[in-house]
């Protein structure tokens, strides 16, 4: 088993809640965290047909013969139990008692919402960061091999190829899951909109460009965009509010939890594919957005991560606070080091008066370097950037 980093926060958050929510997409390793670390507590799975009927039929004769607690994981398919567990854990509110799981966060959350509030934590697991992979002795030495495989647990217990996995992900997954959630009647328009999100990575999202190209309405993409990002399938990063006197852009950039799944939506089947298609550094810096945002969820932490882009078009890839400082972070998907990669940071550090040690460059090498009191972060070493070391 590849150790989890969240498995730390969850012990944390366990001396404080009743109940723990870990919720993240489907495949993301959520029971096998649980499990082990709780080992003691009982399991039990709502999504086995036999206990998710007992769990609506009887849910308090269920949770009493559990006092002392236990994991009900995918508790989304029996929402109705979030009530009662309510009543368990004010009639004795000993922390830690209850673990639940769900994939589908947004019937989870709706459910805790309601039932829970003040009495539950949330911790929202995604696929493997590359410090878990490489604690493990189980990363991909090139960075584009690394990334083209993804970063979904089973891929890395299972004899099987990331192509034919993401597909199976994809019908699997993506689009029964979302699909039983939209009410999708064509699934080719759906298909053609997921491809879409994935020719757009790294983008400044225009839902009016992807509703034209695909024959929607503006309001279904909105909608549709709005799951696939519940869902753990996308992110949208959002820009950095702080103008130093310049006119910013308003729209978040599109992104995709992992890159993986975003690399076989665009049909690229090998590295060599990937380091010479056209959005390859788009991709990278997708990868980059995504390990900035598991290391920072695995901490328990607000993921807290912006872009930074003036009407001109001046960017910054990344920029997040951290005290009174603000960090600036570029992103190149070349494997060597030029001057002209921090060529946008010196332009950020005349705008925000920043200092070089707040700002860095992550590219695709190896070697940690430095250029005029600047960071030059190998690709491996990304989560070190958001405090996970």
Known sequence: MINRRAEATLHRLQKGF??????GPRQSGKTTLVRAAFP?????????????????????GLLDNYKNGLILDEAQYVPEIFAYLKTAVDLNPAPGRFIVTGSQQFSLFAGVTESLAGRAAFLRLLPFTVSELQT??????DPFESILNGFYPPLFDRDVSAYDWYTNYIASYIERDVRSILNVKDLGQFQTFVKMCASRVGQLLNTNAIALDCGLSHNTVKAWLSVLETSGIIYLLQPYHRNFGKRLVKSPKLYFVDSGLAIR?????????????????????????SELLKSRLNLGIDPGIFFWRDNMGTEVDIVFEQGQQVHALEIKSGKSFTPEHAAGLDTWMKYAGSAPEYCSV???????????????LPWFSVGKFAGNT
């Not at 009743?18 to 919720?23: D, G, H, I, K, Q």
């Not at 090998?270 to 990868?287: I, M, T, V």
């Not at 992550?362 to 030059?376: E, H, M, N, R, T």
């Open 136 to 141: 493990a002795g189980r990363l991909k030495l």
């Open 362 to 376: 992550v590219y695709a090498g190896d070697k940690a370097l430095s250029w005029k009191g600047v960071a030059i």
């Open 265 to 289: 939506l665009l049909g690229i089947r090998d590295a060599q594919q990937l380091f010479f298609h056209p959005n390859r550094g788009n991709l990278f810096e997708s990868f980059v957005v």
């Open 18 to 23: 009743p109940v723990l929510c870990v919720t």
């Open 40 to 60: 003691d507590k009982p399991y039990l799975s709502l999504e086995d047909p036999d206990i998710a009927r007992l769990a609506r039929e009887d849910p308090r």
